[in-house]
Structures are given as C-alpha cells and as structure tokens.
C-alpha cells in the first residue's frame, strides 16, 4: 500500500482543515455574546452556512480518482507520547464533512420549529458537536481522533437532557452516555495497544494512522485489537446487539439530535478508517463474525421497525439494520462492497435524516409521531407528504435515488463473497421497503379519523426549505452518482487491496 | 550538572519574610494582605527564575548549615523539586486572592494568624520540594506537619479540634514508628542521606532489610494518604475551604506523594525496586486505595468528603504510575501531580464558593445551584471532568499516559482498575452536577417539571466577588489548557525520570 500525502498549504494555501474544526468551536463562542434571542439564532444560521460553504469549496478542491491523503496538516503536539496534530481526508473521509456542516445547518434551520427556549445553548451545543464531527472525520492522529471522538459526549448528553422531548429524556441521556463510555475505553485501549505494538517495532511510539500502517501487527495482537476496536465502534454505529440505546435516544431526545446520531455514521467510518486498514488479517479472519452480526441486524432491525406505530422508533429499528447492510458491505471485503457501504452512509445522512426531520415536523404539530395520531394526513398536508414520500424511496433504496448506488453495490458485494449472505440482504432491503410503504400508506393515505388532522398545517418556509434540498439532493445523487463514486474510489481501491495483500509495510510519500 | 545558587533558600526565605511582614501590618488588613500576595508573587517568580537551569540539565545547589561532614541543611534544585516547587508556589497565589475573598466575606477570626502560617506552609513546602538529602526532607516534612494543623484547626470548634488531633496523630505516629526509623536505618546502611538518581544502597545490603524499610517508607508518608492511613484527610474538611484547597492541592497531600517519589526515584532507584518486586508490591496498595477511596466517594453526602476521596484516589494514580516503572507510566504518575492540583483546587474554590453564596455543604442541598450560579458550576463541571479523565483536559493527559504505561508494563490489571476508577469517578461527580444542574430546588428530585417550567420559577443568580471567581476561572481555564498543551510539563518530568 502507498500512501500519498498531499499538504493543505500546496492545495488551497490555508489550512482548511483545522478552519472547519475550530470556525464552529469559534462561533459557539460568539453566539453566547449576543444578547437578543432572534439575533443569535440568524447568527447561528450565518455561521452554519460558512462551514457548509467551506467544506464544498473543500470537495471541490479534492483531487478525486487517486487515494491521495489530501489537506494533509501535521504539526508538532505531545512528542513524548508520540502524539502528532495530524489532520487529512481521502475518499473515504471527504464527503462527511460536507454532510455534517450540511446537517447540522438543517437542525438548525427547524430549531424554529421545536426549540422554544435556551435556544443559544442548544444552538452552541450543536456547533460544539460539529466541531468534533469534522475532527473526527479529519483526524489522523488516532490520540487526536479520540479526542474528538470524546468531546462528543458533553453536548451529546445536554442535547438529550434538556431538550429532550420524551419524559425519560434524563435516563435517554444517562444511557447515551454510559454506552458510549463502555465503547471508547475498548477503544482507547486498543488504540494503546497499536500505538505500543509501533514502539516495539520502531522504538517510539507513535499514534499515528499513517505511521502505524507502516508497521505490520502479529496475528494474535491483531485479534486481541480488533475485538477491541471493532467492538469499540459497533456500539456507536450502531451494531446488533449494541444497539438498544438508539431507539431510547430518538424516542426521548430532540429530533435535531437523533438526526446527528442516526445521520452521522461514526462507528462505521471507524471500523472503515481504522479497524480495516489496520488490521487487515483481522478483518478477514474475523469478517465471518461481523458479516453474521450484520445479517442479524438487517433482519431484526427491519422486523422490529416493520411493526412500530411510532416514526421515530420505526426509523431507529430501520437505522439499526441499516447498520447491519453497510457491516456487510464492509466486511464483504473487496471494492463493491466497501464502495456500497460508504455510498450507503452517505444516503442515510440523507435520507433516514430526511424522514427523522419529517417526523420533527409531525411532533411538533401533534406532539407525537404515533400512527394513532395520524391517519389521511396526506390530504391535509401535500407538501410534507410529497416530500416525506421523495425521501422515502432514497431511504428504500429505489433506482433513480441516493439509495440505490449504495444498496445495489451492497449486493453486488455480498454476492461476491458469500450468496446465502446476499439472499438475506436482498430480504432485508425487501423488508425496509415494506416497513416504509405501510408507514406511510396508514399515515399519510386513507380516511382522516382524527379532527385534529384536518387542522394541520403545511410546511412552513423554513421547514420546506430542509425538506425540498433534502429532497433535491436525494434525487440528483440518484441520477448522477458518479462525482461522489469518482471521489471515494481511489481510497476504497486502496483499501481492498490492502485488505487483499495483508499488512505488509505500507510506504509513505509526501507529494511536492 | 551542579550549580551553587541561592535561588532555592530565597525562595524560602521569602515565604519566612512574608510571615513576619504579615504579622508586623495585623493592624492594617489591606497592607496585611498585599504582603501576602506579594509574598506569594516573589516566591512563584524566584521558582521561575530557575527553570531554564533545570530544562539545561543543571541541577542548582546550596548548603544552608553543615552540622557534620554526611548531616546538612542543604537545596538542590531537580525537575521533580521544580514541578513540585512551581505547583505549590503558583497554587499559593491563586489560593491568597481566593482567601481574601472568602475570609473577609465570611468575617472570619484570626485572620493574621491565618495568613502567617499559610506563609509558613509554603516556606516549609519549598523545603520539602528542594531538599537536597533525606535529613533536610524530614525536617521540612515534619514542620509541614505542625504549621499546617493551625490551619486545619482554624475555627477552634471542638469538631475542628479533634480533626486536628486525628491529622497530628496520624502524621506524627507513622512519621516516629515508621518515617524517622526508615531515614536512619537509610544512612546506616548507604552512609549518605543525599539523594542519588540510581539509588544510595550498596549492593551488598540485605534484601529483606531492604523492603522493610521501603515499608517503612511508605508507611511514614501518612500525608499521600495512602489506605489504611488516610482518615485524616476527609476528617480535615471542617477547615475553611482555602485550608482545604491548600491540603489537597497546594500542599500537604503533594508533600506526601513527592517524599515517595523521591524515595522510590533518589534512594532506592527504579533497578532495585524492580529487583525486590516492591514495584508489584506498591502497586497493589495502591490500586485497592484507588478502588476503596472511589467506592467510599460513591456513598457519601458531603460534598467534601466525595473530593477528599477523590484526592486519596487520585494520589494513588501518582505513585501507580511511578511503580509501572516503564517510561511512559512514570511520567504519568508525576505529572498527576501537577494536573491533580490544578483541578482539585479548582473544585474547592467552586465548594468554597457554593458555601459562601448559600453555607450549602451537602450534594443533597444542591439541587438548583447550577441556575443560580452557572459560571461557579460550569467551572466545576470542567474541573470533575478532568479528574475523571475526560479530553479536553488534564486529567485525560494523566489517563492516556498511565494506561499507556500500563499496557507497556504489561500488566493490563492495571488498565482494568484505572477503568473502574474512572467509572467510579463519572459516577460520583456525575451525582453532584445531576443535583446542581437538573434537580429540582423544591423537591430535590431528578425528574422534575421540563426546564421550560422550572425555568420559569424564581431564580436568584448569585453574584461572586471578583476575588472568588477569579481563581476559580483561571483554574478552569488552565485545566483545559494543561490538557491541550502538556508538552511544556512532560518535558519537564521527563528531566526527572531515569
């Protein structure tokens, strides 16, 4: 394997990177110096949308087709603990921060909607959580991703906590919370272990991707570092049967931080960035295990969620397999498969988020997303339920939307590998189809039952502006996959030849 | 390198001049008190001035007084010394403005008093930090002890009394039983009290003799607050909470911890423990105190006693590092040293502050604090997170690099106590801001009415002075800012390990 480093200053002359980490960690800042309430919430807005604009002009900067780490800043930090301030992106990594800038300014933009006080701390906790996003997609230096990775607690757990919209938002958040501790101490001891395996090989320690892919890792370590690691990940991403926080979370927290949760798949961009490249034999010899806990989730998850009169919980059980599909496209193990799965994360940032935010809308007119609720909305409300619908066909993966790429390679992977594997696939793709199509036949057609369905109200302007890009974009990634495809390629080529080859020494360029 | 300076005896002497300036203006409080500050000052500036020796690899010398050829008063300046002795003379600062704050609001008594002998502690504490023999350490340990208990026993009530009797009884039994047979069986056998990078034993000495006194040792710093000795501590918490912050973080405790790693570094040496096992040993003292002191946290009510076992728990990461014995450990241990302080005293400046806005001392009363003073308890919130070793702070720098240490040690029992420790920590200061941020200030009660109610009901924001939060706000900012840039520190301990 060659790595290429391409350096931010050659590339756009500023460090790009640290910008969009620090800019949002900035402007929480600011936002607590405005006064008025109204003011701070069109700042927020303002500053969300310079973060969406850097991180495009970022893509478009990107050299795409080639495995190129590009953006690449290092500087010196914690040399006696071999800690660098590493921060790069490649194919795998680039279009995440997009999609968290892009997310994040659509939380905010329906915080009008559902957030009706303390709206600066909401507003700035959302800031601090993008800041560690982006950090965490951006990070090289595995000491410095988990970093991020831990800052994502704090505001995680406020966001829940006091602007949950359940009665148990307290225990939601407590639960968030310990789950995500009993993750990131594997983690952090298996990220230990890699860094000390490099200190015996080479002398020094060092947490470094790059550096760490340099040195190869014995057999049984790896094993010992992949439980930990991949287990690590699973419960975030999360994986059957570390999942039962998410239903908790998105039933009792604010929709704006389910949407972040459910929309930003960081357990799987771990195991894609870390777990397979590092531990390649690992991977293999271990894919049996996750390939088996993914077809469990694809199945449980879209059975659960087939039966749920909630859309919150429904979508949860159905982000659950979702999970399972890409860990099957990983862990298929060559470029189709990993190609789907990233493809698959990109689509729910969209389309699983779209229908979340859809479900914001309904709690915040009826209070509640319950079938029973419901019922003929369709006809009252034409707009939310064309859109709700769009989206919905990218969340079942229907040729022609975002969904599709992702699924269809998915597939075509799993075939690839193992076709008993594929057949439960195709079974769960068929059942996530089922569950939205009944969701939305009982919600949004037949006869209205409930008076207070003839009153509601349509999308408002802010409201259809997150539905109808949510909508754009689910439809234009569908008919022209190839600039996202082109992106991501060269790194998931690289990848599965790594995977192919096994850990031999990986040789680092820096690019002039 | 050695280099004779005079450096470290002013940085004592400083303190000592301090004192009497202190008592000379009694009857001015304003100049009484800006003698202290000023005293405080000098001192931090002189410890300052020898950094860049140190960070040159020098190492600065002065003999005081030479009773006999092997028996001297004398300072030697290392980067343990140094870590120590920028610790206790910074805190010393912060601490002073915090205690004119909160002396004056709470009309304390014997204000002269106070200040005076905290001058002396600190004179006392650059002894211990600069000593350059055991003789001089245990002469300046031993003064410690004895300026300190005015301190503990400031308001003369009888529960002050008999904390202050249980703190001498403890400090002065382990220091005679133990502590002074150790130092002199130390010179019969090596014929030196002076410290040694490799240690001062000849090899012939017997091994057995040997642990015994490592035993000893151990047993006679009653100050780390290593179990079974360290009840004195959480009883120490009727003292006002700047004597507190002065145990916990300034001082007292420190002192402790710093004799056994000096003891542990310059007179046994890392190659003999390591041959005696007593690293295998202290590491499992400490780990069951680690574990005890966190389970005890976890019961209490009082807001100090939980901080005291915190404290007793976290010295104990200072010395499990040390006794990893694998580099990456070590400097983890000693520089818990210096990011314990900083966050430890942080938590006290915010107990001390809750106390003087409401006299609220227990967990149970807190409910509602953190509307009414949210800057004291976001402070506090930054300060328990660093000690349960959450990043961005000091306490995950401390974390990383003892479970790092651990792992290269291969003794992954280690990481297993540390994970609980950490759990047991999250929970108990989870406890406290659960109370202080979402209990409800009428019943007490976790799931009360959506904020958007309580928020509602009549909130009083409690108004620091300036002299409170200000130290409480420059602890929070350090305690991220050691946790982001620690390079500047390590470095520093790095000089100090072998």
């Not at chain 1, 690992?282 to 879209?302: F, R």
């Amino acid at each position: 394997m060659i790595l290429t480093e391409v350096a931010a200053a050659q590339q756009i002359g500023f460090p790009i990177l640290s910008v969009l980490i620090f800019f949002p960690l900035a402007w929480a800042v600011l936002l607590n110096l405005i006064e008025d309430d109204r003011v701070a919430r069109r700042m927020a807005l303002v500053g969300g949308a310079l973060e969406l604009l850097l991180a495009i002009v970022m893509v478009l900067n990107f050299i795409p087709g080639v495995s190129d780490i590009q953006f690449v800043e290092r500087a010196e930090w914690i040399p006696a603990a071999g800690v660098g301030y590493h921060l790069g992106v490649d194919g795998l990594s680039v279009l995440f921060i997009p999609l968290s800038a892009f997310l994040t300014l659509m939380v905010m933009l329906t915080s009008w909607s559902n957030i009706h006080f303390r709206s600066k701390p909401y507003l700035s906790a959302l800031f601090v959580l993008q800041a560690a996003t982006v950090g965490i997609f951006a990070s090289l230096d595995l000491f410095l991703f988990f970093v991020f990775w831990e800052l994502i607690l704090v505001p995680s757990y406020l966001l829940i906590r006091l602007w949950g919209i359940g009665n148990q938002r307290g225990y939601a958040a407590l639960k968030y919370v310990m789950y995500m501790l009993a993750g990131s101490t594997l983690l952090l001891v298996g990220i230990v272990l890699l860094g000390i395996n490099h200190q015996n090989a080479t002398g020094s320690l060092s947490f470094d991707l790059v550096s760490l892919l340099t040195v190869p890792v014995a057999p049984e370590l790896q094993t010992v570092i992949f439980f930990l690691l991949a287990f690590g990940f699973a419960v975030k991403a999360p994986l059957f049967p570390f999942h039962t926080w998410v239903p908790t979370a998105l039933m009792e927290g604010p929709v704006g931080m389910s949407v972040m949760l459910v929309g930003l798949k960081l357990g799987l961009y771990g195991l894609l960035r870390f777990v397979m490249p590092l531990l390649p034999e690992a991977a293999s010899q271990w894919a049996w295990l996750m390939v088996g806990l993914g077809v469990i989730a694809v199945v449980y998850g879209a059975l659960i969620a087939l039966v749920q009169p909630n859309l919150r919980r429904l979508l949860a059980f159905a982000s659950i397999g979702h999970a399972g599909l890409a860990v099957l496209g990983l862990f298929a193990l060559n470029v189709q498969g990993i190609q789907g799965a990233v493809m698959l994360m990109l689509n729910l940032g969209l389309a699983t988020t779209g229908l979340l935010f859809m479900a914001g809308f309904l709690h915040a007119r009826t209070g509640s997303s319950e079938l029973t609720a419901l019922g003929g909305v369709g006809r009252h409300v034409p707009l939310m339920a064309t859109f709700f619908f769009i989206i919905g066909l990218a969340f079942i993966g229907v040729p022609g939307t975002s969904g599709f790429p992702g699924e269809f390679l998915i597939l075509l992977g799993a075939f690839d590998a193992n076709w008993t594997v594929a057949a439960v696939a195709v079974l769960g793709v068929i059942l996530n189809a089922a569950l939205f199509l009944r969701y939305f036949e009982r919600a949004f057609l037949g006869p209205v039952t409930r008076d207070a369905v003839r009153k509601l109200q349509d999308l408002r302007p802010r409201e259809a502006i997150v539905a109808v890009t949510l909508g754009f974009l689910v439809l234009a990634i569908g008919i022209f996959p190839n600039p996202i495809l082109s992106i991501t390629q060269g790194s998931v080529q690289a990848l599965a030849e790594r995977l192919e080859q096994g850990s031999m020494p990986a040789v680092v360029q820096h690019a002039d | 390198m050695q280099t004779e300076s005079v450096i470290p005896f002013l940085a004592m002497v400083v303190a000592l001049v301090g004192a009497a300036l202190i008592v000379l203006t009694r009857q001015n409080p304003n100049v009484r008190e800006a003698c202290s500050l000023a005293a405080s000052v000098l001192q931090f500036l002189l410890v300052l001035t020898m950094v860049p020796a140190v960070l040159g690899g020098q190492t600065l010398h002065f003999t005081v007084l030479a009773f006999l050829p092997q028996v001297a008063i004398a300072f030697r300046v290392d980067a343990l010394g140094l870590l120590f002795g920028i610790t206790a003379s910074f805190l010393w600062i912060l601490t002073t403005i915090y205690s004119i704050g909160y002396m004056r609001q709470l009309r304390e008594h014997s204000q002269t008093r106070y200040y005076a002998f905290f001058a002396l502690v600190l004179a006392a504490t650059v002894g211990v930090a600069f000593s350059a023999n055991l003789i001089t350490l245990y002469i300046f340990y031993e003064l410690l002890t004895f300026l300190a208990y005015p301190l503990i026993t400031h308001s003369g009530s009888s529960e002050a009394l008999a904390a202050g009797k249980k703190y001498l009884s403890y400090q002065l039994g382990t220091s005679f039983i133990f502590l002074l047979p150790a130092v002199i069986v130390t010179y019969t056998l090596s014929g030196t009290f002076d410290f040694q990078p490799n240690g001062v034993f000849p090899a012939t000495a017997n091994a057995t003799v040997l642990v015994v006194v490592y035993g000893f040792f151990l047993a006679g710093s009653a100050k780390a607050a290593l179990m079974p000795f360290h009840a004195w501590l959480p009883a120490a918490m009727v003292a006002p909470t700047p004597v507190s912050a002065l145990l916990h973080a300034v001082a007292v405790v420190n002192a402790g911890v710093f004799l056994i790693l000096r003891v542990i570094l310059d007179v046994f040496g890392v190659d003999l423990l390591r041959q005696l096992h007593l690293d295998v040993a202290t590491t499992i003292v400490v780990s069951v105190t680690i574990l005890l002191a966190g389970l005890n946290a976890l019961r209490l009510d009082s807001l100090k006693g939980v901080l005291a076992y915190s404290t007793i728990s976290q010295l104990a990461y200072m010395i499990l590092g040390v006794v990893l014995l694998s580099p990456t450990g070590m400097i983890g241990g000693v520089l818990n040293l210096l990011n314990h302080a900083e966050s430890k005293i942080l938590l006290f400046f915010c107990v001390g502050s809750i106390y003087l806005a409401t006299r609220k001392t227990k967990i149970s009363e807190l409910a509602g604090i953190g509307r009414q003073m949210p800057w004291t308890m976001a402070a506090f919130s930054i300060g328990a997170l660093s000690i349960v070793g959450i990043p961005p702070t000091a306490g995950f720098i401390t974390k990383w690099f003892l479970i790092t240490g651990s792992i290269e040690a291969d003794k992954f029992a280690i990481v297993f106590v540390l994970a609980i420790s950490t759990l047991l920590s999250a929970a108990y200061y989870f406890r406290i801001l659960r109370t202080a941020f979402f209990g409800s200030p009428l019943q007490g009660d976790d799931e009360a009415p959506h904020l958007a109610e309580t928020s509602a009901l009549p909130q009083r924001q409690v108004r620091d002075s300036p002299l409170i939060i200000g130290p409480i706000l420059v602890c929070a900012g350090l305690s991220v800012i050691l946790g982001i840039f620690p390079s500047f520190f390590i470095d520093l301990v790095q000089l100090a390990l072998p």
